[in-house]
Every structure is written in C-alpha cells, then in structure tokens.
C-alpha cells in the first residue's frame, strides 16, 4: 500500500467527518474497491499512462454516477495530481480506516474452499475470543493451502492449513 495513498485516504475521512457522512463515502468507496477488483480493464485504464487523465475523470464520472460529493472531490483531486492509478488503493485504505474507527477489525480467512455459513459463524465466535471489536471476514480462496485455514486478524497470524503441517514433517525429518 503506497503511503499516498494512506494520505489519501486520512484526507479523505477527515472530510468526510466533518461533513457526517463517512458511511455514505466508505459505501462509495466500497464500490469503487468492487469495481476495479472485479474489472481487470478499469484497472488497466485507470493505470494506463497514455490515456489522458480528462478522459479517465469522464469515464469516472460515467462508471460511478451517484456518488457523494467527497468521493467526487477526491476524483478532483487525483485529477489535478495525475494520480488515479492508486484510485483502487486509496479506496481500499479508506475502508480499512473507517472500519478501525467504527471498531471493526478485519479477519482475512485463507481456505482451499469457500466457507459454508456455518463455518463462517464457527470462525466468527473463535474469533471474538481474540477482540473485543467487531468482526468482519473476508474469505480468500487458495487451493495451495490443500485444507484447513489460515486466519489473519491485524498482525497475527494463525496457520491451521495442511500445507503448513507438511511443511513442519518435511523441516523435521530434515534435521
């Protein structure tokens, strides 16, 4: 994560705050994270030095058309500094904070295989074991893991995959 794209962000919520409506601009920013997650050529437009940075604030304007008056004003702003490769980050970084200051904390779950909801509930109660925060889970699909899960809250990490356990045998009988 580019630390522009930090300053970005704080900037962002700052202005936001002031003006009350940090959730309305972090569902904007949520969209926008969708988005170009789900769109390999706006994220190839929006990094693409040859397209000239008027055309990118039009199609902005056309992909995201109800948007809030900040989140528009950040479009400004990334125009008048020819930024909007970092667009994608910045969102991503303004959720992350206002998920922080809404005291949510966010687990990332690392499975070979999607989580059923069941599951999902399961992960959610051994988690609140570990904060006091709210929860949120992104699930992470990874076949390489072969089974199990990797779950990652802040900076822990707790590794439960099959493929950590073969890693630890074939370390053993190595020494």
């Known amino acids: 994560m580019s630390r522009a794209a930090i300053r970005y962000a704080k900037a962002i919520l700052d202005i936001a705050t002031e003006s009350n409506t940090t959730s309305a601009v972090n569902n904007d920013m949520k969209t926008i994270v969708t988005a170009i997650n789900e769109s390999e050529e706006l994220k190839d437009f929006l990094s693409n030095p040859i397209v000239n940075d008027a055309v990118k604030m039009n199609a902005l304007s056309e992909i995201f058309p109800s948007l809030q008056t900040e989140t528009k004003g950040l479009f400004q702003l990334l125009l ?9 980050a910045i969102a991503l970084q303004f959720n992350n904070l206002f998920d922080l200051k809404s005291g949510v904390e966010q687990a990332v779950v690392t499975t070979a295989v999607p989580l059923t909801a069941e599951l999902e509930a399961q992960v959610l109660n051994k988690l609140k074991e570990f904060s006091s925060n709210s929860i949120s889970i992104t699930n992470i699909i990874d076949a390489s893991i072969i089974g199990g899960f990797v779950i990652r809250i802040g900076d822990k990490q707790y590794n439960a995959s099959v493929a950590n356990k073969l890693q630890q045998l074939k370390r053993e009988f190595t020494y």
């Open 80 to 88: 008048a500094n020819k930024r909007f490769e970092i667009l994608g």
